[in-house]
């Protein structure tokens, strides 16, 4: 994947970049990362890159000028056409991101993100230069990086080769659309909090069995909203309503 990422400050991504599983599959160019700064597209001497909302109020929108050189920059990087690239813009007015958007996202072969800063970005380039929009959450940030950051590592870690173990990324939370099991290291004995004799036992059926319990389970206390009673097999259905059977008492 060749990612464009059009952000006044490029130096947040070494994040990315330096560290970790992004990094090792950055330095094997299992996604390119490059670039666009609107600073460097600024006119004027002091390069310039915010401006005053019309209607007037505090705060300050970034420099339409500079901020559309950027992005048409990034869109003939990814060559003369430009149609086949998609833009997008990270912001808590977004589509919400999970799981399933980031599988498709990651698929994609070119792409570039806008991170915004200060109150954000004129409507009219959302308008004219913006194909989507998505956000990682109902909350605000400073800008729109830690954002693309957030949903560049969740594209990296499904790019083939990127997981050491080609079925870690299918065993992940979500990957089912279900939570995690618990998982237990040592030691064993743990302040008298002693790890479940299943998993000490070598029977992997039932080691699966019980992982397959516990995530169900695990989902339905903390995350109900995830649980689509429809599409859970007569088997899932009978060990949930198992479970809340018990703990009704
Ligand atoms: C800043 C501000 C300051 C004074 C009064 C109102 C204000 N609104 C904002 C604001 O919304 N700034 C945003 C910062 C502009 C777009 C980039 N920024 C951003 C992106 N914050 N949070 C996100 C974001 C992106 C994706 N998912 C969740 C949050």
Request: hydrophobic letters at 35%.
């Amino acid at each position: 994947m060749q990612l464009s990422v059009v952000t006044l400050f490029p130096e947040m991504f070494a994040a990315l970049t330096d560290w970790g599983i992004s990094g090792r599959a950055v330095k094997r160019e299992l996604i390119t990362l490059d670039f666009f700064n609107p600073r460097e597209f600024a006119t004027d001497k002091q390069r310039t890159v915010d401006d005053k909302p019309f209607g007037g109020g505090p705060g300050m929108l970034m420099k339409s000028g500079p901020l559309i050189a950027a992005i048409n920059q990034a869109k003939k990087s990814h060559g003369t056409e430009g149609e086949e690239v998609k833009v997008a813009y990270l912001s808590p007015q977004g589509t919400p991101l999970d799981h399933a958007a980031v599988v498709n996202l990651a698929k994609r072969e070119r792409f570039i993100l806008v991170c915004g800063r200060y109150q954000g970005i004129d409507a009219r380039v959302i308008e004219q230069e913006i194909d989507e929009e998505w956000s990682i959450g109902n909350f605000v940030l400073s800008g729109g990086e830690l954002a693309a950051m957030s949903l560049i590592d969740a594209m990296i870690r499904l790019q083939p080769g990127a997981l050491g173990h080609e079925d870690s990324a299918k065993e992940d939370s979500f990957g089912n659309g279900l939570l995690h099991w618990p998982e237990y290291t040592r030691p064993q004995d743990f302040e008298n909090n002693r790890v479940p004799d299943v998993l000490l036992s070598g029977d992997h059926e039932a080691i699966k069995d019980w992982r397959k319990k516990q995530s169900l389970i695990s989902t339905l206390k903390k995350r109900p909203d995830l649980i689509s009673w429809e599409r859970l097999s007569e088997e899932e259905r009978t060990i949930l309503k198992e479970f809340t059977d018990e703990s009704r008492c």
